[in-house]
């Protein structure tokens, strides 16, 4: 009977959430609780309106008396579940995310949802953001930066990039660091983790010219001459006096239109400094389609209607290590 009664008061409570009578249904919610304590339903939907009425402490208390009713009476684990996701969110929105991770972690251990893992995800990535913010000091990325600065000086490049990468965590928003950084990346020949820090420097300080020239040296050094050229000329427009903007343009441009090596070893060497090209060799599908064109010149025709394959031979006859003839 009082179960019955209990059953009563919770649709009494679920009508007047709907019309957003909270008052109305957190006393029929608790009415519920006083004909039948063992029912873990009539806790969550409590906390569920203490949660909607901005009361978060409440509602995370009333949650973690479900669980307990909930465990006590054998509840479906999906309930379970529910009261531990409905605990995350409160402590979510009282910023407590270290509590709100271990809530989510408990309702995914008793039943795994998009919505619960999606949650989780978020609270990681909030509390690393937090940690990260709490890591900056820019006193202490300068120390970093000035012992990155003395290891490179010294020749040891490797240490360097420790020094300057921490000065990064303690600062990421100095644009001399990245490009600091990429000095170092140079003199180790890792050209890509180059132009990422170089960009990475430019996108923090546009007008940086510095970071423009470090990113078109290696450009020029990998063979890519005329994209090296457009960095070139935009660290010209930034600063028209700079000797070394023009003196790489113009090595440029010479290699652009003196032709191409005759020596095929020189032409494949410089052609696989590129990491595009890198990319397109290592795939064996590609060395397929290769090794098809030598044996059966037509081929190529049937390969360039397929746009993403033409956009791929394109690039290796570009930089030299295809040729190809039109019918």
């Known amino acids: 009977m009082a179960k019955d009664e209990a059953l009563k008061e919770k649709e009494q ?7 957003k009578n909270f008052s109305k249904a957190i006393e029929h919610y608790k009415k519920a ?69 271990t809530a ?13 893992k999606t949650n989780l995800s978020e609270v990681e990535a909030a509390i690393k953001k937090q940690e990260e913010e709490a890591y900056i000091d820019p006193s202490l990325a300068d120390a970093e930066k000035l012992k990155g600065n003395e290891r490179f000086k010294n020749g040891d490049w490797a240490a360097a990039v420790k020094h300057y990468t921490e000065a990064l965590k303690r600062n990421p928003k100095d644009a001399k660091i990245y490009s600091n950084r990429a000095a170092c990346y140079t003199k180790l020949n890792a050209f890509d983790l180059v132009i990422k820090d170089c960009d ?3 996108g923090l300080d546009p007008g940086f010219v510095k970071a423009y020239l470090r990113k078109a ?3 020029k050094a990998m063979g890519q001459t005329q994209k090296a050229m457009d960095v070139y000329s935009k660290a ?39 990491p595009e090209v890198q ?49």
Request: glycine share 4%; hydrophobic share 35%; with cysteine.
């Open 104 to 116: 989510f972690e408990k309702a995914l251990t008793e039943h795994r949802t998009p919505e619960y």
């Open 33 to 101: 609780i006083e004909l039948d304590p063992s029912e873990i339903t009539f806790y969550s939907n409590l906390a569920a309106v203490h949660f909607e009425k901005k009361d978060y402490e409440e509602s995370v208390k009333v949650c973690e008396k479900a669980v307990e009713v909930g465990r006590e009476n054998r509840a479906d684990f999906k309930l379970i579940a529910k009261a531990w996701n409905r605990a995350g969110n409160g402590f979510r929105k009282l910023d407590n995310l270290k509590a709100a991770k």
């Open 279 to 327: 990319q397109i060799m290592s795939d064996p599908a590609m060395r397929m389609i290769l090794e098809q064109m030598q044996s059966d010149p037509q081929a190529v025709q049937e390969h360039l209607k397929n746009p993403a394959i033409m956009q791929k031979i394109m690039k290796l006859k570009d930089a030299g290590l295809i040729s190809m003839s039109y019918r």
């Open 217 to 219: 040296n290696v450009l």
């Open 236 to 274: 010209m427009e930034l600063d028209p006096n700079s000797d070394e903007a023009k003196n790489g343009y113009k090595d440029c441009a010479v290699k652009q239109y003196s032709g191409r090596s005759s020596d095929p070893e020189e032409v494949r060497q410089r052609a696989m400094n590129d």
């Open 13 to 19: 409570g679920n009508a007047a959430y709907k019309t």
């Open 200 to 202: 990475a420097s430019i």
